[in-house]
DNA sequence: TAGTTGGGTTTTTTT
DNA sequence: AACCCAACTA
């Protein structure tokens, strides 16, 4: 009896297979954590392998701790000389002692993505580009996806190409790039790139990194981009005993340079590859298990798998289906609340799952309602809210002040009577002599036209030196708690008398028992080791288990997680898949969000609840959505469908069709109740659109000419494609006109706006 | 310099 | 609905 012999066939194979590449596919559910884990006991223990040989690189911190823990059990004492990591701590790790190699000091400061926009913004400025055409985001987010390429900006300099936007974004990397290395600072990316970049051009460093790393094993292998790739190609390269573990149904991160082609195309970049299948699943019953597999097999050019499972069929799995979004909300807490109360669960098995972060409102309202615990994960980052990014700004500051932006930040917060023109003149003298924002700041009285300020500037300059002095003999929890006196921050927050203010004051305390935590975890904890971990944690590093909550989370913080009852929020066409992937020309998209929906339903082991919301209310505009393509492909026969309360009022008629959901939902009658547009039962998506903007300039226009199309008229959209007019009726200032679009449901537009065009 | 206000803008997802 | 920014005012 040994400890492997709980494993599975496939599962023994991925243990024992240690040498050459070996691609591991393992389907949700399928024990690939158990499977790695044994794996890197088996190197140890039975052939002997060195703690100190092995990489495993996982994508978030939470991951990486799970697996550290799990490996220190089986393997004991010597575990922590393996490199449990994700990749972008690794890339840090190496760049902390080599960065001096490729133009940087050692001591770089990690930019978030805050930071990042508003170094952006400052380029942009510097550039006169205007920002109105060509937005801050959508540089970055190109820079992004060139460094993802490990495109660096004389390479896409070169691809410009006479492109008059190109040559813009071109400018804007390469300025972006060296203010970067001016600040001593890396973004996100730069972190990844530049380990490439140190690893290709310094070979010394390639061969000692590519002695140690003799196996390397790589998580979730379908959500590397093209930069990671080469990174682990590059560090597998002295012994290639690299093994991979994915799954290419769960590839969610295209739109954060993931390469889906990356697993896809493994056994091609490894020739000798060997692939090994992980297909019984451990986590969900059958019913939950077929849904999954009947919505993913509408995806084309996957590695064929199926997953099956040893368990019974299960419950059936619920589709409620509700008016409002607040019912929804009120549905899925009120269902959490009866389930804990009979005992049935606890809060800690259930996790609700939604596609953006903005639906988390509405179901924590609820859940603070019945009183129910749950964790938010996501939204904004603890370390990105104000009060947080003020704070470690100023520990920044202490630690390196050779980066402006940090500087700038706080140099007048809370108010010192420093205003933007003192810190252009600053800037400008830094620029003249060359000399970095803060010490310019030291030398504030030579500065001309400066007149009172240069005393103020004085005073924060004296601030941060007296911080300086004391970080040497306190504590770093002390030195927080120092600067919050010395700055009086909180006091501000109370003058403000702020709603929110509470809630700022509870951050920083939070903030604090980190810092404390972090120092009973490291013996020698310094200011900047404490910032550097910091920088690198995602919001599902955060999540506290030690007390049952239920969690709310997106779908994509969900991947890797399992829960015994799962709910799955806004199951609706419009927000999952979302309006930006159906329109798209490119048909991956969508199949890009139905890996989404996979990756949803197989988090749920016991109960799947699946909900949908005829009416919406998004960015501010009621929407009315049909109920999502995905939970059209799941077969009826699986799914409990409890009928829609019938809507009973005046108003009401009996909904012309009824809901199956293996065939296309047709639209039913609608009514208007002043002027907003209601749903009458059936499962109708109702839309508006083309009033928000135009109406302005309709106002004076006499009520609209009738088109020349009628109800049960084929018409065609440009949009929307083509669909049939269900009804046509006069409103005040033009006609309204209801369509149901063949490929993307019902919607209500003004007659003028929809230029709709009739067709046979 | 600081605070207010009105107008314009939102890719959904994140290390 | 929420956020950010420019313009304006005190």
Request: hydrophobic residues 35%; charged residues 30%.
């Amino acid at each position: 009896m040994s400890a492997y012999d709980t494993l599975n066939e496939p599962q023994k194979e991925a243990v024992f297979t240690t040498e050459g590449p070996v691609l591991i596919l393992a389907g949700a559910g399928s024990g690939k954590t158990r499977a790695l884990t044994h794996r890197i006991a088996y190197l140890v223990d039975e052939l002997g392998v060195s703690p100190f040989n092995i990489m495993a690189i996982t994508f978030t911190n939470k991951a990486a701790g799970e697996m550290k823990e799990r490996v220190e059990k089986l393997v004991g004492i010597g575990s922590d000389a393996i490199w449990v990591t994700t990749f972008h701590s690794s890339c840090v790790r190496i760049l902390r002692r080599f960065a001096d190699k490729i133009g940087y000091d050692n001591n770089f400061s990690i930019y978030d993505s805050d930071d990042s926009k508003s170094l952006m913004k400052d380029v942009c400025k510097r550039l006169n580009i205007d920002t109105k055409q060509l937005k801050e985001r959508t540089i970055l987010a190109e820079i992004s996806s060139a460094k993802n390429e490990l495109i660096t900006y004389g390479k896409y300099k070169v691809r410009v190409d006479g492109d008059f936007r190109k040559s813009k974004i071109a400018d804007a990397y390469t300025m972006y790039q060296e203010a970067l290395i001016k600040n001593n600072a890396m973004d996100f990316d730069d972190l990844i790139m530049n380990t490439v970049e140190l690893l290709r051009n310094n070979e010394d460093v390639l061969n000692d990194y590519q002695k140690r790393f003799k196996y390397i094993m790589v998580d979730e292998y379908q959500d590397t981009n093209t930069a990671q790739f080469q990174l682990i190609r590059l560090l597998a390269g002295g012994y290639n005993n690299l093994c991979v573990v994915g799954d290419d149904d769960q590839s969610i991160y295209k739109f954060r340079g993931a390469n889906i082609r990356n697993i896809l195309d493994f056994e091609k970049y490894y020739l000798e590859a060997k692939v090994i299948r992980l297909e019984q699943n451990y986590r969900s019953s059958q019913n939950i298990l077929d849904a999954a597999n009947a919505v993913i097999a509408n995806n084309e050019g996957r590695k064929e798998k199926k997953l099956w499972t040893d368990k019974g069929a299960g419950e059936l799995i619920h589709l409620r289906m509700f008016d409002t979004a607040y019912e929804e909300a009120e549905y899925i807490a009120t269902d959490v609340a009866r389930k804990t109360r009979k005992g049935i669960i606890n809060y800690g098995d259930c996790a609700v799952l939604y596609r953006t972060n903005a639906q988390s409102r509405l179901l924590e309202e609820k859940f603070v309602y019945e009183g129910i615990p749950y964790n938010v994960v996501g939204g904004v980052n603890f370390y990105s809210r104000r009060e947080i990014k003020d704070v470690l700004a100023y520990l920044k500051t202490i630690d390196n002040a050779k980066d402006d932006l940090t500087v700038k930040r706080i140099i007048n917060v809370p108010k010192r009577g420093i205003g933007n023109t003192s810190i252009s003149k600053i800037q400008t003298y830094a620029d003249e002599n060359g000399i970095s924002f803060f010490d310019a700041c030291s030398v504030s009285s030579d500065i001309q036209g400066m007149g009172k300020t240069a005393l103020k500037i004085e005073g924060f300059v004296n601030l941060i030196s007296r911080l300086r002095a004391k970080m040497e003999i306190i504590s770093l929890s002390q030195l927080v708690r120092e600067v919050l006196e010395e700055t009086s921050y909180i006091q501000e927050f109370d003058a403000e008398s702020e709603e929110d203010a509470q809630n700022r004051i509870e951050n920083i305390e939070e903030l604090i028992n980190k810092v404390i935590a972090f120092e009973e975890e490291h013996e020698s904890a310094t200011l900047s080791s404490f910032l550097e971990e910091v920088s690198l944690v995602a919001d599902i590093d955060n999540i506290d288990e030690s007390i049952p909550r239920a969690l709310l989370m997106t779908l994509h913080s969900a991947k890797g997680l399992e829960f015994s009852h799962v709910y799955l929020a806004g199951m609706e066409d419009g927000l999952f898949p979302s309006y930006m992937t159906i329109m798209s020309d490119d048909s991956t998209e969508v199949e890009e969000e139905r890996r989404l929906a996979y990756v949803g339903i197989t988090r749920a082991k016991d109960d799947l609840t699946l909900c949908y919301s005829r009416s919406r209310m998004m960015r501010g505009e009621m929407q009315y959505n049909a109920i999502s393509r995905f939970v059209k492909e799941i077969p009826k026969s699986l799914m409990d469908n409890r009928p829609p309360k019938p809507r009973v009022d005046e108003f009401s008629e009996p909904p012309a069709v009824s809901f199956s959901p293996l065939g296309k939902p047709k639209a039913v009658a609608t009514k208007r109740v002043g002027t907003k547009t209601c749903n009458v039962g059936g499962l109708s998506s109702l839309d508006i659109v083309g009033i928000s903007k135009g109406v302005a300039s309709v106002e004076n226009k006499s009520v609209g000419t009738k088109p020349d199309y009628d109800i049960g008229s084929r018409v065609n959209h440009v949009k929307f494609g083509d669909g049939t007019v269900t009804d046509l009726e006069p409103g005040p200032r033009d006609f309204k006109v209801t369509v149901d679009f063949d490929d993307v449901g019902t919607k209500v537009m003004y007659a003028a706006f929809a230029r709709l065009k009739t067709i046979d």
